[in-house]
């Protein structure tokens, strides 16, 4: 090969490199975006003063199911206790707090009465097997995919409207952490 056809050849590998790191910089960048999006998609939280609602989640249901249950762990960024006093939705005819528990080896589901303590400056996660949300009396299935309103009610934060998003019948609620 010739001198000049190796100075010619190098000169337009330095005139495209750049054009294609830049292309590969902005195919990257896009990339982040699009894992970015999904991410809060799945991970959705609502706020109400001091409170913040990470991740509200529900389960499809069979048909005829009458009850459906409901999740989402609750932070306390503030210096005093707030309680969860009500919910209520569309998607039911009422919605209560029940907590699962075992008690000489019998599992047993209860209602709370009084609402629920959210500590100062902690969490407290409604998960499967603990506490959680029972919307009663179904208007309709939630089918896995789509959403669903509902109101919570706080002792001191006031009222916010959350969305639950519905996942498949034998989930445990994406990729968030539902642990105390």
Known sequence: MSHSFLIAAGTLFDRTLPRFQARLGIVALAFALVFVGA?????????????????PWS?????GAKVAGGYFTILNKGSAA????????DVSDKAELHQM??????????????????PAGGKV?????GYHLMFIGLKR??????KFAATL????????SVEFAVEGMGEMG????HAN
Do not use: W, Y
Not at 153 to 160: I, Q
């Open 39 to 55: 991410q809060a998609v799945l991970a959705h939280e609502f706020k109400v003063g001091d409170l913040e609602i990470e991740h």
């Open 59 to 63: 389960r499809a249901t069979p048909a």
């Open 82 to 89: 707030d309680r969860l006093l009500s919910i209520s939705s």
């Open 101 to 118: 528990g075992v008690k000489d080896g019998v599992m047993t589901m209860r209602p709370v009465d009084g609402g629920l303590e959210i």
């Open 125 to 129: 996660a409604l998960a499967p097997g």
């Open 141 to 146: 299935q939630p089918k896995q995919g789509e």
């Open 153 to 160: 009610t706080f002792e001191k934060a006031g009222t916010v």
């Open 174 to 177: 994406g990729m968030d952490d």
